[in-house]
């Protein structure tokens, strides 16, 4: 028991020195955050004892976001995603989260435990690309009038496996956005000797232009 107890001391260490942590009752009434977490929001640890989670929740962020995310948890389920959040300054911050619920010995939710990841830098730097980078390309439509019109049509499709993964985990706009990133890259690759067409969500095609 005591090898037991200093092994979980040293977790709790580890987990404290390089996450955002905190945890709530079922009311989602915080009961402890870490200095991680203190430093992040910009409140001090009595400002945030005591208070709803919510007391961070940014304005951006829909209530259906966190409805959805309660669902999963009230069934006792592990949420996953990221959130953004609001400091007491008002500034923005974006945490990858893993929430989980704490269950008694009787298998009821006691309380629950969140463990989170500073990821706006990531997303400073997606929101900034964002407003200087737009791609329109041509759809399904006028890749059917290319190959019409070409004697020896070469035409290569592709398709990003499991993207609906990454919609999953970091949004909808980080989705667009690396679409969009992704479209440019290989546009500018195959620009010489290629037109490069949108099909649909995450299908593009790469047609040959005859030389």
């Known amino acids: 028991m005591k090898n037991k107890k200093k092994l979980l001391e040293e977790y709790k260490e580890i987990i404290d020195e390089n996450t955002i942590v905190s945890k709530t009752n ?64 008002g500034s923005s911050y974006y945490v990858k989260s893993i929430i989980m619920p704490l269950f008694t010995l009787d298998g009821e939710i006691e309380s629950y435990m969140a463990i989170r990841h500073d990821v706006s830098d990531l997303f400073e730097k997606l929101e900034l690309l964002q407003q200087e980078n737009s791609l329109d390309l041509p759809g399904r439509k006028h890749l059917f009038e290319s190959i019409e019109n070409a004697k020896d049509p070469h035409l290569a499709i592709l398709n990003i496996c499991d993207f609906r993964e990454i919609n999953t985990l970091y949004g909808q706009s980080f989705g667009d956005l690396y679409l969009k990133q992704l479209a440019n890259t290989i546009q500018n690759t195959f620009l010489r000797t290629y037109i490069f067409f949108h099909l649909q969500g995450d299908e593009f095609a790469l047609f040959l232009i005859p030389i």
């Open 26 to 89: 079922k009311k989602g009434i915080i009961t402890y955050v870490n200095d991680q977490f203190i430093a992040m929001s910009g409140y001090s640890k009595e400002e945030l004892i005591g208070k709803p989670h919510n007391v961070v929740r940014h304005p951006d962020t829909p209530a259906l976001f966190f409805k959805e995310m309660w669902d999963i948890l009230k069934n006792g389920k592990t949420w996953k995603g990221i959130i953004k959040n609001r400091r007491k300054d």
